[in-house]
């Protein structure tokens, strides 16, 4: 049996090894990143004959847990703040239009505060690791219990990594799959029409296509053996900066 902290996608991993990642490891992100990119071409590719589905996004789960998670999240930079709305928001109409079943509280919570991390600077530690601190912290506090809460600590720091499966980390997925439609435009083209626009309206941009790349930046440099390392020499800083979806940030 695999050691889950051996896995580069649950907070135990993170938590041990500040986010290094091993040459094995390594060599499982870049194919991650190779296959997103081949996604990107096939989806612009085929995106004249596409429908998208014809799904929406339900209204955000209201619980004690969730308005925790809320309050939380105000306290984030305002870029952060809308991305995490729209992370949810994309993420949500993106497993609907896969017919995939995710707990909506956790994808919800998770969404908003997966980037929290990226708030504070700390050499040498993954800044999931500090988003799934503060997601841990946000189920104390509504009552929820830790079991639960470790769920979305592993889903924060899964959506950080290329190449994760549904089967590796559902929420995680989605969680990934809803922020990579919001700063990269990655299957923009399965979304509803009208959602995006309908995102940036409701959680408004914030100049987050130019502070995104600035914080994939300083997190490459402080953990430069981590995935954010290997995605800013793959041109993500780049990719978010020219992406699609910043001509909804108007």
Same mark, same amino acid.
């Given at each position: 049996?695999?050691?889950?902290?051996?896995?580069?996608?649950?907070?135990?991993?993170?938590?041990?090894?500040?986010?290094?990642?091993?040459?094995?490891?390594?060599?499982?992100?870049?194919? /991650?990143? &190779?296959?997103?990119?081949? @996604?990107?071409?096939? /989806?612009?590719?085929?995106?004249?004959? %596409?429908?998208?589905?014809?799904? =929406?996004?339900?209204?955000?789960?209201?619980?004690?847990?969730?308005?925790?998670?809320?309050?939380?999240?105000? !306290?984030?930079?305002?870029?952060?703040?809308? %991305?995490?709305?729209?992370?949810?928001?994309?993420? +949500?109409?993106?497993? +609907?239009?896969?017919?995939?079943?995710? =707990?909506?509280?956790?994808?919800?919570?998770?969404?908003?505060? %997966?980037?929290?991390?990226? *708030? &504070?600077? #700390?050499?040498?530690?993954?800044?999931?690791?500090?988003?799934?601190?503060?997601?841990?912290?946000?189920?104390?506090?509504? /009552?929820?219990? !830790?079991?639960?809460?470790?769920?979305?600590?592993?889903?924060? #720091?899964?959506?950080? +990594?290329? /190449?994760?499966?549904?089967?590796?980390?559902?929420?995680?997925?989605?969680?990934?799959?809803?922020? *990579?439609? @919001?700063?990269?435009?990655?299957? *923009?083209?399965?979304?509803?029409?009208?959602?995006?626009?309908?995102?940036?309206?409701?959680?408004?941009?914030?100049?987050?296509?130019?502070?995104?790349?600035?914080?994939?930046?300083?997190?490459?440099?402080?953990?430069? @053996?981590?995935?954010?390392?290997?995605?800013?020499?793959?041109? *993500? =800083?780049?990719?978010?900066?020219?992406?699609?979806? &910043?001509?909804?940030?108007?």
């Amino acid at each position: 049996m695999t050691d889950p902290r051996d896995l580069p996608h649950t907070y135990a991993w993170a938590c041990e090894t500040g986010g290094r990642l091993t040459v094995a490891q390594k060599a499982t992100v870049r194919a /991650g990143i &190779r296959a997103g990119y081949v @996604d990107i071409a096939r /989806g612009l590719a085929g995106r004249l004959f %596409h429908r998208p589905p014809a799904v =929406d996004v339900e209204a955000p789960p209201d619980s004690r847990l969730t308005r925790t998670a809320v309050e939380a999240a105000a !306290e984030q930079l305002p870029a952060i703040v809308g %991305h995490g709305y729209r992370t949810w928001m994309l993420g +949500s109409a993106l497993a +609907s239009a896969d017919r995939q079943n995710v =707990d909506a509280e956790l994808l919800y919570v998770t969404s908003l505060l %997966h980037d929290s991390g990226m *708030m &504070r600077e #700390v050499a040498g530690q993954d800044f999931t690791v500090r988003s799934a601190e503060l997601l841990l912290d946000v189920f104390a506090r509504a /009552g929820e219990p !830790e079991t639960r809460g470790l769920l979305a600590a592993d889903a924060a #720091v899964a959506h950080a +990594s290329p /190449g994760l499966s549904v089967a590796d980390d559902p929420v995680g997925f989605y969680v990934q799959a809803g922020a *990579m439609a @919001d700063l990269a435009g990655l299957r *923009m083209w399965d979304l509803p029409g009208g959602l995006l626009a309908r995102a940036y309206r409701e959680h408004p941009a914030a100049g987050v296509h130019q502070s995104i790349p600035t914080l994939i930046r300083r997190e490459a440099r402080d953990v430069p @053996d981590g995935r954010f390392a290997l995605l800013r020499r793959a041109g *993500m =800083d780049r990719i978010v900066q020219a992406s699609p979806t &910043r001509f909804y940030a108007r």
